[in-house]
């Protein structure tokens, strides 16, 4: 029979069928005896503790099985008296043994440590997602931001550049054109007009304007007046060119307008129209006094030949103009005139330039002048 069940600090539980061990015990002593008054210390035993082992262990004449380090669960401890000298079981005994788990050992709390583990990985999970987002956020915002910067700063350079572009092709004076505008405007008109996918015959007409006797002017009044009536006629010369024309200050007193052919009903009456809007307008040296001036113009083509053989190069349609400027000059001025190539004239007719050439064109009947129908005897100035 099992007598008890101890523990190693002295505490004792008599053998019942089944025995609830106190929570925390994991190493007891079972404590078994037999009955026999023919050979009671001559008595063999074997036991075993079922869910724990399966094999048998021999105590021999010892009558107690001590256990150690036994994890929490149901156990069945058996004992078996043997018969004489052989194996045979004269008689067994069992009890029932349970080792109750701590709390921490306990399905519940292992499935609550396993909840709140993969809830504390979700939880970081999202932090960590949150986290990035937050950077991300934080940095797209960084992007933009230096993105919104670099292109204001680009802005700046962007004005900047138009300003100084703006200024470099621009007089400072009047605010019209200047002399590097017209390579870059009669170089793309080129392009488009002449050098395109459908090329036309379209000419662009060069008005080349001088202020007569304007030295005398910035003599007499001076130059401060002198300045501000040049602004008064490069206004006059903007209204003339309108929307579809260009007015250049090409120096000095010396002034340029650029007209399409289709906007001009002839390139003569443009050329009488700019010398009467001259003639008639009320230029002012102050306040006070009144200043009539009048105007030569020199007019020419881009292309100026027929055959257009001097498409490449518009410095002869330039020295035409100039050459009929000045031949205004030299017949009263307040006119307009025209060297007007013949059809037959190529562009190697002019060597060198137009005004090298002028005598000997208009003697081999390559050229005639054109002029407004005014006849004055050429004065000095």
């Known amino acids: 029979m099992i007598e008890a069940v101890e523990a190693d600090d002295g505490r004792r539980w008599l053998a019942e069928p089944s025995l609830r061990m106190p929570v925390g015990l994991r190493d007891l002593t079972v404590r078994f005896t037999a009955l026999s008054f023919r050979d009671p210390e001559g008595q063999r035993f074997r036991y075993r503790l079922r869910g724990f082992e399966r094999d048998w262990h021999s105590s021999g004449t010892e009558r107690t099985a001590r256990y150690t380090n036994l994890t929490p669960g149901h156990y069945r401890f058996e004992v078996e008296v043997l018969s004489g000298g052989g194996e045979q079981p004269r008689s067994t005994a069992e009890i029932e043994l349970v080792i109750p788990p701590h709390v921490t050992e306990t399905l519940w709390f292992r499935s609550l440590l396993v909840l709140g583990a993969v809830g504390l990985v979700a939880w970081l999970a999202a932090w960590m997602r949150r986290r990035s987002q937050q950077r991300e956020r934080h940095l797209q915002e960084l992007v933009e931001r230096r993105t919104e910067e670099l292109r204001r700063v680009n802005d700046r350079l962007r004005s900047a550049n138009q300003a100084l572009a703006a200024e470099s092709l621009t007089d400072g004076l009047t605010g019209l054109k200047n002399r590097r505008f017209l390579a870059r405007h009669l170089g793309g008109w080129r392009r488009e007009h002449l050098l395109g996918e459908q090329p036309g015959d379209e000419r662009l007409w060069l008005f080349l304007i001088d202020l007569d006797h304007f030295k005398a002017i910035n003599d007499r009044h001076g130059h401060l007046a002198g300045d501000e009536m040049l602004c008064q006629f490069a206004q006059l010369l903007l209204r003339i060119a309108g929307g579809t024309g260009e007015a250049l200050r090409w120096g000095g ?20 129209r700019i010398v009467r809007a001259v003639r008639r307008a009320d230029f002012r040296a102050n306040e006070h006094t009144s200043v009539p001036l009048t105007a030569s113009v020199g007019v020419a083509s881009f292309p100026a030949l ?31 005139s025209r060297l007007h190539p013949a059809a037959e004239a190529r562009y190697r007719d002019f060597g060198s330039g137009a005004g090298a050439q002028i005598e000997a064109v208009l003697e081999a009947g390559l ?11 050429s004065t000095d100035g």
């Open 306 to 336: 027929a055959d257009r053989s001097d498409l490449v190069d518009w410095a002869l349609a330039m020295e035409l103009a100039d050459a009929g400027l000045y031949h205004s000059k030299l017949n009263g001025r307040d006119g307009w």
């Open 253 to 272: 007193e010396e002034f340029l307008i650029l007209m399409p052919e289709h906007a001009l009903r002839s390139p003569e009456d443009f050329a009488e």
């Open 367 to 377: 050229a005639r002048w054109e002029q407004s129908g005014q006849d004055r005897a």
